[in-house]
């Protein structure tokens, strides 16, 4: 501050606009210790240069303008080629890779037959339980891939559901090489022995857990297989067991008959049945077949 105030002459200490600008520093640096004479230095130092005497900003101003590829390219890249970070992540890309390939093949759940993808056809089979039986030959299945090893059946979340739960998730399978009495549908009347077809096939599979090799998918949504179950220590072909019984003929379409290469096996076992007359073969002689029923009734492709 001037005094008295119509003073020209500018006085020796800092004004309060000085103040708050800048700190205030004495004139010479005696009586100061090194760390406050280190601290008044580096004040005045340009954070952009390391100079004194100017501002940041005109500094900052004087920089070239450098493009960002020119940076990008000067960087030095060299650590991402060592071991240390190479192998780490060719082996975390490696696991996430093989993982997401087994779930897909292996632990992806199959909600119905038109789910099933081409290239599982004939080639791959399907690990489920049976959740209904609705006729002789055919029935629904809740697939549960891995089966007990990947947690079905005893872990949090993997239960097969009951009831309306199952509605649009199961797969609707039709044995394949075999053709069962045809039960009453839509006013039309039922074969003999069909009641028995359906008592012995329901008893035999459902709630166990089948493994069904399909083959294709029919007109009705249905997936086309050989299925096994295990009763007790043995792996049994369900459409074998009712040829065996009687319960079931031979498949006669003139197309889409599958057998998997069992066909041999399967019209051996029906001859079997009608000369111990076993089933549907211990009635009359005449016996109406399923092909011929379905024919007469004007059904094709069941």
């Not at 991402?80 to 390939?101: D, E, F, G, K, M």
Request: proline content about 6%.
């Amino acid at each position: 501050m001037r005094w008295p105030p119509w003073s020209s002459q500018p006085s020796s200490e800092p004004s309060n606009q000085d103040r708050t600008s800048r700190p205030y520093r004495p004139q010479s640096d005696a009586g100061l210790t090194d760390r406050e004479r280190a601290s008044h230095r580096n004040a005045d130092l340009c954070p952009y240069c390391g100079q004194t005497g100017h501002g940041a900003r005109s500094c900052l101003a004087k920089r070239p303008n450098i493009p960002w590829s020119t940076t990008l390219n000067s960087a030095d890249w060299s650590h991402y080629t060592l071991p240390s970070t190479v192998i780490p992540t060719l082996a975390l890309t490696t696991t996430i890779l093989v993982s997401l390939h087994v779930y897909r093949s292996y632990l992806r759940r199959i909600p119905g037959a038109s789910s099933i993808s081409p290239s599982f056809w004939r080639k791959r089979s399907l690990y489920g339980t049976v959740t209904s039986v609705g006729d002789g030959d055919n029935f629904r299945v809740f697939h549960t891939p891995g089966g007990l090893l990947a947690g079905w059946g005893w872990m949090w979340g993997r239960k097969v559901p009951k009831g309306r739960a199952l509605k649009d998730r199961t797969v609707h399978v039709r044995l394949a090489g075999i053709d069962a009495p045809e039960a009453a549908h839509f006013g039309r009347p039922s074969q003999p022995g069909s009641k028995e077809a359906l008592d012995w096939l329901t008893s035999y599979i459902l709630h166990h857990r089948v493994r069904a090799y399909v083959y294709r998918r029919d007109q009705y949504d249905r997936a086309v297989s050989t299925v096994y179950v295990r009763r007790w220590l043995w792996r049994r072909d369900v459409g074998l067991e009712m040829l065996k019984r009687g319960l079931a003929t031979v498949y006669e379409a003139k197309t889409g008959a599958e057998f998997g290469k069992l066909e041999d096996k399967y019209r051996q076992a029906e001859w079997w049945a009608k000369k111990r007359r076993k089933g549907i073969w211990r009635g009359e002689e005449n016996y109406e077949s399923p092909r011929q029923y379905k024919t007469r009734m004007g059904i094709e492709g069941r």
